[in-house]
């Protein structure tokens, strides 16, 4: 039976130029870039006034992290809060009556069972852990 190894740390994304993640480094390019047209185009303070912030912008839509959230993801949650059409309805229930209505949603899924985790299931994920070793162990 052939053995693969798992990969690891699926969710960092890859360097790619310098030390700059690809999504890094187009955000700093077009902020950049349209600060450096607002500088050509205007002269002096006009330029500082406009081309700053746009600059300051995109560093911080490349690095500033909130919460451990990346900045744009924040800003994309902002956005649809924003536009997202919001009417709370309250219905009052009579006293000692409650009232519960279900979504389709709910009347249709079972319920959550936490699977059981038996002795060999242990033993599969252990092996699966040490996989990278004994790799190397082959290797070496």
Known sequence: MQQFQ??????????IIGPLTLKQFFYLLIGFGIAAILFRIFKGIIAVILGLPIAALSVAFA???????????????????????RLYVWKKAEPGKRVVEKTPMQEKSPPTVAPKITESKLQELA?????????KRKRE
């Open 63 to 85: 690095f500033l992290k909130i919460n451990s959230r990346p900045l744009p993801v924040l800003a994309k949650g902002f956005i649809a809060y924003i536009f997202r059409p």
């Open 6 to 15: 798992v990969p690891q740390f699926i969710d960092i994304e890859d360097k």
């Open 127 to 135: 092996w699966s852990l040490d996989i990278k070793e004994r790799i």
